[in-house]
């Protein structure tokens, strides 16, 4: 630990900086940073005219984060889709972010093939476009054709990033490490498993096999949908850090006079998309998580094409029963079977008050009920459901918000389309069916086998258990442990009034001793100074020091 510290100290001491010029000394001041600061360089910084202050905290944050680097910029835009853990006003900054870059030389791009691949450029593809089809900070995208015909698309990732990805990820949990508390204070409960989580995202992203695998996961799911098509990637011609894929031509979903001009109908294309989009979610549980309308292609047959699979998200049966639970609930009015199914859905939920809970779940299908069709919107039926999960601060899974962004997305794109585009009436059916499904005499006998084997475990364990609990007891070695949490700085504060009124027992004693010795006969060895005896004096000169010691303490700022 001490060693990252180190190796990491340069750059923790310019992201200090970076806070500091923009207002947030309480980050560096409050937290274990300051021991990083020397001291020569504290009241500069205390007192450093700042125009930051024309801005308001949130704004700050975000220019704090584009000022650090893609790392930061890319940790930034994955919390932006967890309001459940951010204040609105924050998410709202991150959203602005923006992660391009220029692209890399084409010189570079063509070196790294070559490196990956084991073999010139020339030997697998007969055209390679040195004109890139986009460049964000992971990688960039060129055209290109194989030497069988097919034309394709590479993706290049960007040399070094990885290194510089692993750097500023150990930065970060530097970081944290050493301002947990003042995050926890500010509401965060668990900035260490946010970074962990950041950590394994952002490992997959860099490993350009974990795209490819998602793609041929999808063609599988949708192979026998004449609807829909994920493009082929050339797994014999990737690694983890080149991906070929397969090119496909159309216009984007959102070209409405495209559309019109193939002979389209937007209406039944923007129905289509919603449909393959809901089957992901409430039939196979496993999701394209970025459907902007850069990635969502149509064909001039009509055929919806979906692009870029570097965000995956994925649910669990359980967690598809429940959310598919909350919408149902809502469309019955029934805001205690949509509490029930949040708890559910909740990896941790500790609701203090159901009833206020419930109050303000049936609060919500009140304001939605009585809108017309066409005034509900997606886009407010989010945001009201992420204000109440930050409130009472559900730990649900981040593929909610991930689908819940996606419906936003989505509605979008359909009420350009479709002008009486409603996505509720759309979710609704999937909602109906899910629960169906969950009810369902297959799906009871397996969730029966499941608790039956569950239970037979635990007998087929117990006597062994219950044999060594009472061995231990017989034998006198069973022992409970208990640890409290949250008790350091109470021990603290106690030691410190034990010291101090310890101090201040020895200073009353020999103030006393003072008194007393004035009355007292002595022989004529004893020294006097104005009439008072030196004892005297040596007794008031010890309890001077002794208040002077009690004053120090009092002033003496408490350590971290």
Excluded at 56 to 76: D, H, S, V
Excluded at 287 to 307: E, M, Q, S, Y
Aim: aromatic content about 10%; hydrophobic content about 45%.
């Amino acid at each position: 630990m001490f060693k990252n510290t180190i190796s990491n100290l340069g750059r923790i001491r310019q992201v200090m900086e970076v806070l500091v010029r923009y207002g947030f000394e309480d980050v560096v001041t409050s937290t274990a940073l300051r021991r990083l600061v020397p001291q020569g360089r504290r009241v500069s910084w205390q007192h450093a005219e700042k125009t930051v202050f024309d801005t308001n905290r949130w704004q700050r944050i975000r220019l704090i984060i584009e000022e650090l680097g893609p790392t930061f910029i890319k940790l930034a835009q994955a919390l932006s889709n967890r309001p459940d853990l951010l204040p609105e006003a924050l998410i709202d900054e991150f959203e602005k972010l923006q992660s391009d870059v220029p692209p890399f030389p084409v010189v570079t791009a063509r070196r790294l093939i070559e490196e990956e691949l084991g073999r010139p450029i020339s030997e697998v593809f007969s055209e390679f476009d040195d004109t890139t089809l986009g460049s964000a900070s992971i990688g960039q995208v060129h055209r290109a054709r194989l030497l069988t015909g097919e034309e394709v698309v590479v993706k290049v990732q960007r040399p070094g990033v990885q290194e510089k990805v692993r750097t500023d990820l150990s930065l970060l949990r530097e970081l944290v490490r050493l301002t947990a508390g003042f995050l926890r204070k500010q509401g965060l409960s668990n900035p260490q498993d946010i970074v962990d989580a950041f950590e394994r995202s952002m490992t997959k992203e860099l490993d350009y096999t974990s795209e490819a695998r998602s793609m041929d996961q999808f063609r599988k799911l949708y192979e026998d949908y004449e609807t829909f098509y994920v493009p082929k990637p050339y797994r014999e011609f990737s690694t983890s850090k080149i991906l070929v894929i397969e090119f496909v031509s159309g216009c984007k979903i959102s070209n409405k006079p495209q559309l019109l001009e193939w002979g389209l109908d937007p209406a039944k294309v923007a129905e289509t998309g919603m449909d393959i989009y809901l089957t992901q979610i409430f039939e196979f549980g496993v999701f394209h998580a970025d459907p902007h309308p850069g990635n969502v292609l149509v064909r001039p047959d009509g055929t919806i094409v979906l692009i870029d699979f570097g965000m995956v998200g994925k649910l669990t049966k359980q967690q598809k029963y429940a959310f598919a639970g909350v919408f149902i609930g809502m469309a019955r009015q029934d805001a205690r079977s949509m509490a029930l199914n949040f708890r559910r859905l909740a990896l941790h939920a500790e609701i203090p008050d159901m009833r206020r809970f419930e109050a303000d779940l049936n609060e919500l299908i009140e304001d939605f009920t009585v809108l017309d069709v066409k005034e509900m919107s997606m886009s407010d039926l989010a945001d009201r459901l992420q204000v109440i999960i930050y409130d009472y601060k559900l730990q649900v899974p981040g593929a909610v918000f991930l689908i819940l962004r996606a419906l936003v997305i989505l509605e979008g794109i359909g009420k350009v389309l479709h002008p009486s585009f409603n996505t509720f009436e759309f979710v609704r059916p999937y909602g109906a069916r899910i629960i169906a499904e969950q009810y369902s005499p297959e799906n009871l006998m397996s969730e029966a086998q499941y608790t039956g084997v569950q239970l037979l475990s635990l007998l087929s364990t117990l006597p062994t258990d219950v044999r060594q609990i009472m061995r231990k007891i017989s034998r006198g070695d069973l022992r409970v442990k208990v640890e409290l949490g949250g008790y350091q700085s109470l021990l603290r504060k106690a030691d410190q009034l034990v010291s101090r009124t310890i101090i201040a027992l020895l200073a009353v004693a020999f103030l006393l001793f003072s008194g007393l010795s004035l009355m007292g006969r002595y022989s004529a060895e004893m020294a006097y100074h104005r009439g008072i005896p030196m004892l005297t004096w040596f007794g008031l000169g010890v309890t001077g020091f002794l208040l002077l010691v009690l004053v120090i303490m009092g002033l003496r700022k408490p350590r971290d």
